[in-house]
Antibody, heavy 121, light 112 residues
Framework: EVQLLESGGGLVQPGGSLRLSCAASGFTFSNYVMTWVRQVPEKGLEYVSTITASGGDTYYAESVKGRFTISRDNSKNMLSLQLNSLRADDAAIYYC??????????????WGQGTLVTVSS | DVVMTQSPLSLPVTLGQPASISCRSSQSLAHSDGNTYLNWFQQRPGQSPRRLIYKVSNRDSGVPDRFSGSGSGTDFTLKIDRVEAEDVGVYYCMQGTHWLYTFGQGTKLEIK
C-alpha cells in the first residue's frame, strides 16, 4: 500500500524558514516523480514544485522560485521541501504527492494527508 | 500560466440523478506527444484529493464506472451517471500539458 507521510509544518514568522519532509513507502520511490501541491484551507489547489525520479531536474511555480528548494533522498525514500523567506500567502496545507515514472503530467495518483504551514507574527 | 475555468462552481444534485461539470482551458491541452493531459480529482470533506480520471477519459483503479470523462482541445467534461451520497465533495480539473500545471477553481457537489 502506497503511503506518504508529511511532517515539518507549523507556525513561522514572516521571513522565516521551515523544512517539510515526506516519508514514502509501498512503492519503489526512486522510480517516480514526486511533487508538492499546496492548498489554502477551503480554497483551491496549487502546484508548488516537482522533482524527477533521479533528482536531476526540479521545477517550481514562479511564486516560490528562489525561495523554496525541493530535494529527495532515494536511499531513505524521503522527499523534502525547504521553505525560506516565507510570506503570508505561503500559508497553506502542503501535500506530498506521487507522480508517474517520468512525469507528473497525469497528475498525482497518491497524496499524503498534508501538513499545515501557518505564517504569522 | 494556463487558466482552467470550471462551471458550475456549485452543483446541487438529487440522489440518483446525473451530474455534469465543465472545464475549459485557456490554451489547447493537446501535447506534442499525442496525449491530452487533462485530469480530474475528487476531494471529499476533510480528505486529501484523489485522482479519478487521467488523460481525459481513463478511470483510475477503484473508481466507479458511473464516472466518465470526455473532451478535447480546450473543452472537457466530467459526468456522473447517478449521483450517490459518497460523491459529495469538491471536484477539480487539472492540466498537465503546460508547466506550470494548473487546477481549476473547483466545483462543489452537494445533495439537494
Amino acid at each position: 500500500e502506497v503511503q506518504l507521510l508529511e511532517s515539518g509544518g507549523g507556525l513561522v514568522q514572516p521571513g522565516g524558514s521551515l523544512r517539510l519532509s515526506c516519508a514514502a513507502s509501498g512503492f519503489t520511490f526512486s522510480n517516480y516523480v514526486m511533487t508538492w501541491v499546496r492548498q489554502v484551507p477551503e480554497k483551491g489547489l496549487e502546484y508548488v514544485s516537482t522533482i524527477t525520479a533521479s533528482g536531476g531536474d526540479t521545477y517550481y511555480a514562479e511564486s516560490v522560485k528562489g525561495r523554496f528548494t525541493i530535494s529527495r533522498d532515494n536511499s531513505k525514500n524521503m522527499l523534502s521541501l525547504q521553505l525560506n523567506s516565507l510570506r503570508a500567502d505561503d500559508a497553506a496545507i502542503y501535500y506530498c504527492a506521487k507522480g508517474g515514472p517520468s512525469s507528473s503530467r497525469e497528475g498525482p495518483d497518491y497524496w499524503g494527508q498534508g501538513t499545515l504551514v501557518t505564517v504569522s507574527s | 500560466d494556463v487558466v482552467m475555468t470550471q462551471s458550475p462552481l456549485s452543483l446541487p444534485v438529487t440522489l440518483g440523478q446525473p451530474a455534469s461539470i465543465s472545464c475549459r482551458s485557456s490554451q489547447s491541452l493537446a501535447h506534442s506527444d499525442g496525449n491530452t493531459y487533462l485530469n480530474w480529482f475528487q476531494q471529499r470533506p476533510g480528505q486529501s484529493p484523489r485522482r479519478l480520471i487521467y488523460k481525459v477519459s481513463n478511470r483510475d483503479s477503484g473508481v466507479p464506472d458511473r464516472f466518465s470523462g470526455s473532451g478535447s482541445g480546450t473543452d472537457f467534461t466530467l459526468k456522473i451517471d447517478r449521483v450517490e451520497a459518497e460523491d459529495v465533495g469538491v471536484y477539480y480539473c487539472m492540466q498537465g500539458t503546460h508547466w506550470l500545471y494548473t487546477f481549476g477553481q473547483g466545483t462543489k457537489l452537494e445533495i439537494k
